[in-house]
């Protein structure tokens, strides 16, 4: 099978659940649902049948804008498991969601919340494989142009509504920063085609000018991963869009932003044929790198809404892996390459950001609160929950033997090998100040106690989703080799 | 077979979230685990591979996941380990609601402290220790008692930020030997790191294994840790999980010698304020639990000192390391039946203030024996395994010394050796406090709170017992242990085997 079929096949699942949603209204808005997860479960089947085309000449323009290797499946990959698992939770979050239709408690008019994902996914599925300028820009507006209508899905909420204002503003910025910068690199090097651009680098009279394109590029895609300097819209957006909508926005888009950054930095990053380009790319990024983990880290300590706390968190990770792409490690017989180790981040940060995010729904849906003051005494109330959650939290703070531990590993191996010793000083200090705001909660769960102490009920969604993401955090945390492999390690 | 020493708590913590009755199940596991460590340490000296297990984990970089008593140093700690784990497990009295709780986090101490000393390969040796910690916070939090979110948060920044300054020690250390492998005996035996960077190695060990072990001045997380945390919990931190510390320097000292040598003065200045400073402080307690808590911290600048002594030395000092290890094993068993009994005299009289207790030995005279046995093990009573640990500590720091007349007294002393000096005083303090405390709580007139204490039962007897008796077989025959470091016959030490 072609591959260019895997996203037509994504989007035409998007299409048949928004007819369905306009034509069948009798039909119950979580069996719209289901039917995106079958859907997208099918297209990841698919992506393990479709091989790249044996004759590219036959298809040149469409090869030109198109990779198919095995970065560009390990991300469509990712991005179809992040979709499903939103889509699971967007179910479990249905409730919530009723609570602001026009007939409060009805569910009128919130199937395409289980259509928008998929279109989201589709995109993030292009930008994996896009390798041209053109390509990464149609691929990452299709992704942020569906997240302007998921974070305003609630639009009768004035947070969602403030949120999903926030995001266009700034999203339609980095736009404009990223339009602008292609336009420069453009200019300088007389193409959009990003395997043509390391020996048009290095064929340049000055660098100035394509710095200056890359400085703005680098801008457009800080939006997109979080990073600094333009970081300031994630913790209003992550607080006010729906929960599922964040979860999407803080793992599948970032995982997409992640890979146009690698395509984008790699002609960029060669040392051996564009030293001194390289060399001002690297500090570029060191400093990004730097101020993200000091921002993220640093500014989640006094927070005390968990929803925040997260939106924080997702700066502090993106700090981590920006550490591991400043390092741009070639990757040898004992070492893992900058993109491993990125992959292995993104996934790793799947597991336990999403299994968080279901339990974060899980609290809000007992509890009707989002602060940390709603995980008082969890430990007492549902002692199964709150081990989860503390396993969960404890990835994330980077503890041995579990997932989260790897990442980090990886990325300050490959700092400490590219000698880059500022930042890992900043990131030892960052995920210093990680243990500290995630015991936090922890803490809450344990040492507080709450009025209510009844159970907390767990819907068997949530609950299955919980105990897998947790367990695999754990089998991951002792046995790293499996995503190592689809990464082709 | 080692595997097994780690996989009984765990599965026994497993098997109790499932329902199984809790404590038959931890002692039960514990109970095993001891028998299984005897059996494995007696036959360790004929098999020194005995049960050791590799499975590689990861392949860039080179990580296992392997166990094995790489030499005498691991057998001890693993012996120490299993006889405390099983004491601690089989003496706790748990508040009733909170059984689960109370033995999967305790199994779950034990598990994480026994894969840290069997562990070959420096990365689990890191990991399982966070695992041990973890559990240790939760149990002070939820079940301490007095003052126990503020110690059990205080105990929870100062561990958690020593693990990650020694993780970045730990990184930098094996991205300098240029080894591709975490294991112990490939990192020994990789080249010799440059010496600048050994500085800088040396000082983000000492700092974060210093702080794990209560290092003067990282130590004020740990008296009120061990006073608010229940007696299980301080059992196995003070007696065995801290000691990872200690291990872990006395492991990778090979690797950095020249770059510890340099901070040799300072860190004899620092145990002399864990001797000293701690010393007085302990002196001042008003409660038998903090003075205890203080008194494990105080007693870790002797063990420190011996590690100074080799470092000093470079390497050549051969009783340091003995030294170190027996009073390790010495001070972890002993610290640890005096939790175990102050817990007892908690339970028996209501109270563990200074004042309000008295003439305990009338009504509870097998509690008093006992405690007071361990009471004067901690001073260093001759005969019991403190003594035999401690004068070894104090002559390794005379080691290879010849006075030389001619010179003014000051240069006739190392850096060490004045320290050792001015450490002899701290016998005197614990001295002090040690039988200050036994007085005030055991002998003069009873006090109403001490009138009808219950004695201790036997089955309440045994944990104790068990400790006693490792005091007195280590005391009376130090070579039980030292036959572990320095084997008699064995010409080879497990170092020079690890090249093919």
């Known amino acids: 099978m072609s591959p260019y079929l895997l996203e037509a096949y994504i989007v035409l699942v998007g299409l048949v659940i928004l007819m369905l949603e306009a034509f069948v209204p009798a039909l119950r808005k979580e069996h719209l649902g289901v039917f995106a997860i079958g859907g997208l479960v099918f297209g990841l089947v698919l992506l393990f049948v479709a091989k790249a085309p044996a004759h590219p000449e036959g298809n040149v323009e469409m090869a030109r804008f198109y990779a198919f290797d095995s970065q560009a499946i390990f991300y469509k990959g990712l991005a179809l498991v992040c979709t499903i698992l939103v889509l699971l939770l967007a179910i479990d979050y249905r409730a919530i969601l009723a609570k602001f239709t026009e007939n409060p408690g009805s569910e009128e008019g919130t199937g395409e919340y289980y259509a928008l994902p998929i279109f989201a996914c589709a995109g993030m599925m292009w930008m994996a494989s896009a390798q041209d300028l053109v390509s990464i820009f149609v691929a990452l507006e299709l992704v942020t142009i569906t997240f302007y209508i998921l974070v305003a899905y609630m639009r009768r909420n004035v947070g969602s509504l403030e949120a999903g204002v926030k995001y266009l503003i700034l999203g339609a910025l980095s736009t404009g920063f990223l339009v602008y910068g292609i336009a420069w690199i453009y200019g300088t090097t007389g193409t959009t085609d990003l395997s043509l651009m390391a020996e048009r680098l290095q064929a340049l009279p000055s660098a100035t000018p394509a710095l200056f394109g890359l400085a703005l590029l680098l801008l457009a895609l800080a939006f997109k991963i979080g990073a600094v300097p333009m970081q300031l819209w994630i913790p209003d957006v992550y607080q006010g869009a729906p929960t599922p909508t964040t979860a999407f926005l803080s793992v599948g888009s970032k995982a997409a932003g992640f890979i146009i950054t690698l395509r984008i930095l790699k002609p960029f990053m060669d040392r051996e044929s564009v030293p001194e380009i390289a060399q001002h790319t690297t500090f570029i990024l060191l400093v990004l790198c730097g101020l993200t983990i000091l921002y993220g880290n640093l500014a989640a300590i006094p927070q005390t809404n968990f929803k925040r706390l997260l939106a924080y968190s997702s700066i502090a990770h993106a700090g981590f892996i920006l550490l591991a792409v400043t390092a741009w490690g070639k990757g040898s017989e004992t070492t893992l390459s900058t993109p491993q180790a990125v992959g292995f981040y993104l996934a790793t940060y799947l597991i336990m950001t999403i299994g968080i995010f279901f339990a974060l729904v899980t609290i809000r849906n007992a509890t009707g609160s989002e602060e940390i003051a709603a995980f008082d005494g969890l430990g007492k109330r549902s002692p199964a929950l709150a081990l989860a959650i503390t396993v969960l939290l404890s990835a994330l703070a980077g503890l041995p033997l579990t997932a989260g531990f790897y990442g980090k590993f990886f990325a300050f191996r490959l700092a400490i090998d590219a000698d880059l010793w500022f930042g890992v000083g900043l990131a030892f200090i960052g995920v210093a100040a990680g243990f500290y705001y995630y015991l936090k909660v922890i803490r809450a769960m344990y040492w507080r106690t709450s009025d209510d102490t009844s159970p907390i009920a767990i819907s068997p969604i949530a609950r299955y989703a919980i105990g897998t993401l947790t367990i695999l955090t754990i089998i991951l945390g002792f046995w790293p080799n499996p995503i190592l492999w689809l990464l082709g390690a | ?500």
């Open chain 2, 1 to 500: 077979m080692l595997a097994f020493l780690i996989l009984l708590p765990l599965c026994a913590a497993i098997a109790i979230l499932g329902g199984f009755s809790a404590r038959g199940t931890a002692v039960l596991a514990t109970g095993a685990n001891l028998v299984l460590g005897l059996i494995l340490a007696a036959l360790w000296s004929n098999n020194p591979d005995i049960g050791s297990l590799s499975l590689q984990v990861l392949d860039k970089p080179a990580i296992h996941l392997s166990l094995g008593l790489f030499d005498g140093m691991s057998v001890t700690m693993m012996l120490l380990s299993v006889i405390v784990a099983f004491a601690a497990i089989f003496s706790g009295k748990c508040p009733a609601g909170s059984e689960k709780l109370w033995y999967v986090s305790c199994l779950l101490i034990a598990a994480g402290a026994i894969g840290a000393f069997l562990s070959t390969d420096l990365f689990f040796f890191y990991a399982f220790h966070e695992l041990a910690l973890i559990p240790t916070f939760l149990m002070i939090g939820m079940l301490g008692t007095g003052d126990r979110k503020e110690a059990a948060w205080k105990i929870t920044i100062y561990l958690a930020f020593g693990s990650i300054i020694l993780l970045a020690g730990l990184l930098w250390l094996v991205s300098a030997s240029g080894a591709n492998s975490f294991q112990f005996d490939v990192l020994l035996a990789a080249g010799t790191i440059p010496e600048p960077a050994q500085h800088g190695i040396a000082a983000l060990l000492l700092v974060g294994f210093g702080t794990l072990v209560s290092l003067f001045p990282f130590h004020s997380w740990a008296a009120p840790a061990y006073a608010s945390a229940p007696a299980p919990v301080s059992m196995l931190h003070a007696g065995v999980l801290k000691k990872f510390g200690l291990f872990g320097l006395l492991r990778l000292y090979p690797m950095v010698s020249e770059g510890i040598q340099s901070w040799v003065p300072l860190l004899v200045i620092l145990l002399l304020g864990n001797i000293l400073w701690v010393g007085m402080v302990t002196i001042n307690q008003k409660r038998l639990d903090s003075m205890l808590g203080n008194s494990s911290v105080m007693h870790m600048g002797y063990i420190f000192l011996a590690f100074a002594a080799l470092a000093e030395s470079g390497g050549a000092n051969d009783i340091a390391l003995p030294a170190a290890v027996v009073l390790m094993f010495a001070h972890g068993i002993s610290i640890a039946m005096l939790f175990a009994l102050s817990d007892r005299i908690q339970q028996a009289t209501g109270t563990l203030e200074l004042r309000e207790l008295g003439g305990l030995a009338k009504a509870a005279p097998r509690l008093a024996f006992l405690f007071g046995l361990a009471a004067m093990a901690s001073i260093g009573l001759p005969g019991l395994a403190n003594f035999a640990g401690e004068i070894m500590v104090f002559l390794s720091g005379f080691r290879h010394w010849t006075p030389a007349y001619d010179l003014p007294l000051g240069q006739n002393f190392t850096a060490v050796q004045l320290g050792t000096i001015c450490a002899l005083w701290g016998l005197v303090i614990s001295a002090v406090y040690m039988l200050r405390a036994y007085r005030q709580t055991f002998q003069g007139k009873p006090v109403p709170a001490t009138d009808n204490a219950k004695d201790l039962s036997c089955c309440e007897r045994m944990p104790a017992v068990i400790l006693a008796i490792a005091l007195l077989v280590v005391g009376l025959y130090p070579n039980s242990i030292l036959n572990f470091i320095n084997p008699p016959e064995r010409p080879s030490a497990p170092l020079s085997q690890s090249d093919n």
